[in-house]
């Protein structure tokens, strides 16, 4: 998603200086103009603006607070950003980070798969200041078509926990239906014509159900991205003391998936769980 992403922002005519862990991964932005820079601190060093999207809270902390962290090399007045879906608790503790030393951040995960990413429609969730997110939005509008303040710092990864616990729970309703659909003889296609376009209707059952149908399980988004998107949630949901079956349900069965060696394929893999002649 991040290719994609950066790849908008130099359409929309933006000078760019990438980093990634492998730097053969970000050739393609190189081949089309993009500068290099060995390390994050590198990359924040002279920029106005920092963007990052990488896996997990962990990459998070380490690509702003280590050693060669973008904490090293931005100066007062840059504009952090990060669009990883990552803890609340940490967004706050970078906001404040931030904020020591005269910059701004935002955190501002995002929604719409690859093809979000690619298209520039992604949905993008807001936490920080409204004179910080000002600033951002020509950014954002490079990459999203929905793009929302939601509050103060985390409350962008907080609706992001919300967005994740939908899918998750309709992602059980989609599989589900789609294998009854089968053991009932029905044309799982035809079915799926029906529904689509009535009250059951999702953006998961139109852009996943003929991916599951057809037995494509590629990746818009990892299994084993999903199910640390939910533990997170799960996590945020025990802070408040707020009960969540619909998303344990989600979190054990594609933990289950994880142990089954699939945590590379597309989050509508979990399809396999309801067919068992669906195995790799």
Request: net charge negative; aromatic share 6%; with cysteine.
């Amino acid at each position: 998603m991040g290719l994609s992403m950066a790849r908008n922002l130099m359409r929309a005519g933006y000078g760019l200086t990438v980093h990634n862990r492998t730097e053969h991964r970000a050739r393609p932005l190189l081949d089309e103009g993009a500068s290099w820079a060995p390390t994050p601190s590198d990359a924040a060093a002279g920029s106005d603006a920092v963007i990052t999207i990488v896996g997990f809270p962990r990459d998070v902390e380490s690509v702003y607070l280590g050693e060669e962290g973008i904490l090293k090399g931005a100066v007062a007045g840059t504009l952090l950003i990060d669009m990883t879906t990552s803890s609340p608790l940490l967004a706050k503790r970078l906001y404040d980070e931030a904020r020591a030393r005269g910059m701004s951040m935002l955190d501002a995960p995002v929604s719409g798969g690859d093809r979000g990413a690619r298209e520039g429609t992604l949905s993008i969730m807001a936490g920080g200041d409204e004179e910080a997110f000002g600033a951002a939005l020509p950014l954002f509008r490079a990459m999203g078509g929905n793009v929302v303040l939601q509050g103060g710092a985390g409350a962008g990864q907080h609706t992001k926990m919300a967005n994740q616990i939908t899918i998750a729970s309709g992602m059980i309703g989609v599989c589900e239906a789609l294998a009854y659909a089968e053991r009932a003889g029905l044309d799982p296609f035809r079915v799926l014509d029906s529904i689509a376009g009535g009250a059951a209707g999702s953006w998961s059952l139109s852009n996943y159900g003929p991916r599951i149908l057809k037995g494509d399980f590629q990746p818009g988004f990892y299994i084993k991205h999903f199910v640390k998107d939910m533990e997170l949630a799960a996590q945020s949901a025990r802070e408040m003391a707020l009960d969540a079956p619909g998303l344990d349900l989600a979190l054990r069965l594609y933990r289950e998936l994880l142990d089954k060696g699939w945590g590379e394929e597309g989050t509508q893999a979990l399809f396999r769980l309801f067919r068992e002649d669906l195995r790799p």
